[in-house]
């Protein structure tokens, strides 16, 4: 079954205490395109300028990514630049949205009739118009951040009342739901509508809630992290393009999915930008998979 | 097989955002005590004041731990006022150290032949005066803090040359090495000479390594942290209990006794002082230790 993402696609420019990469490709929706397409079809929804590389459309096309709803305008594409501390937090130097301020996502006949869709960090109304164009959703999840959680509260409550899973990162969880203990967090994020709450904790793992179900999952040990860039957009990919794979959307599926998404961020963050995705085979992550399962005692199959 | 739990045993006063304890049972010697009595015979070697309540002493009694290495002195016992922050930092508020100053743990011929020992967080040089006078060691321990890795640290080194298995906290662990990596810190442990180095991160589990292994494991999850007192410390005693308890002691035994020293520590934290800890059974952790491998998914045995 076919996954729409939707998100922002970027230019970034990325300093960490490891090194530089200028002009690599990013965005929320390219990390999670190139980690779901791994798993099920999928059809990536976003926007760029008439700069945009073609070389960078020439890869979607070589990884199998639907790009029919990725429009192209007149101008700029987006553009980040950030530096990462030695503690994982990330400065934003420099910030051009382009032609993504015009991004008003319009799904096809055909795209509207997929039945999965993962929403990126973008303004709350943009993922609420596309849910409100999806014609028989199976399976919805969004991601969102601390600037749309405080200042697009209300929109954010709305896309909340209509989406399956939500993924949000520690702070934002705590940001939203005013509980300190993240265990208490993560419960507390179903209140809000969703069916399933995904709290991402970086190298502390991941914590997953649903009603009268509750999943922990460590990081997968990596000793150096690279480039943090997209990691949580390149797990909400992995466990969408997975759970979208399947017909039986259970809890053990979802918490083997976890597991899944736990090793496609930990080989993301071992280089710079979207390079190790690019090349990832399910290959690699079996062998990733293998050996997270000896490092955490972790058994679910 | 018996084990040597080496300390402090004081009076507490706790404060939380969620209430007060006055006065309570506390020290690094009383929670690895009354956690690994569970597991194994248990001697305490530590000193208190005259004013140690009696009513302490026929508690550890009743508890079968064997209190002839406790030193009773004219003066004040260990006496330690904290007051712990939402996010689980503490700040003393009063200390006074009272007879603990003068201890210099003796071990008498009987408790020098015991083939175990948990050194709790007291001075180095003290831990180290224990090592030298154990006669037939067999698995040794111990745990530090900031301040004795900051200012003792040519002490402390020494010790690390001694004991096989090395207990910090994050934090700790980050000073110690240098390393802003967790994976990375608790691996540069084990070049200071420990045979395994076992790295606690609180809500967010523990991470452990020896040479050609390495384990992590999440946190049990607990919604409401009444009061983190003491945890470490349990957490420690109820592994190296567990251990002396059995003849072989294998990577995979470590990780077990792990997976119910955090049980432990879960457990403990959710009432004021050692509370729980004192009427706690082998089934309330068989019972939480089962509940745990349903939230984490790991299974050992």
Redesign the interface.
Known sequence: MSLLVVGSVAIDSIETPWGKAKGVLGGSATYAALAARLWTPVALVAVVGDDFPKQALRLFDRKGIDRRGLLSLPGRTFQWKGRYQ??GQVRTLFLDLGVFEQFRPQLSKSLARVRHAFLGNIHPSLQLAVLNQLRAPKLTACDSRDHWIEQERSAFLKVLKKVDILFLNDAEARLFTGA?????AT?ALLRFGPRVAIVK?G???V?AASDGH??????Y?????IDPTGAGDAFAGTCLGLLASQKRKSWKAL?QAL?TASCTASLVIETFGPKRLIGLTKKDLETRVKGFCV??????S
């Open positions: 030695l503690d300190s203990n993240l265990v208490e419960r904790k190298e502390h793992g914590l509750f999943f922990s999952l460590p990081g040990p990596v000793s150096r992290v918490c597991l490092f955490s005692g972790v058994t679910l």
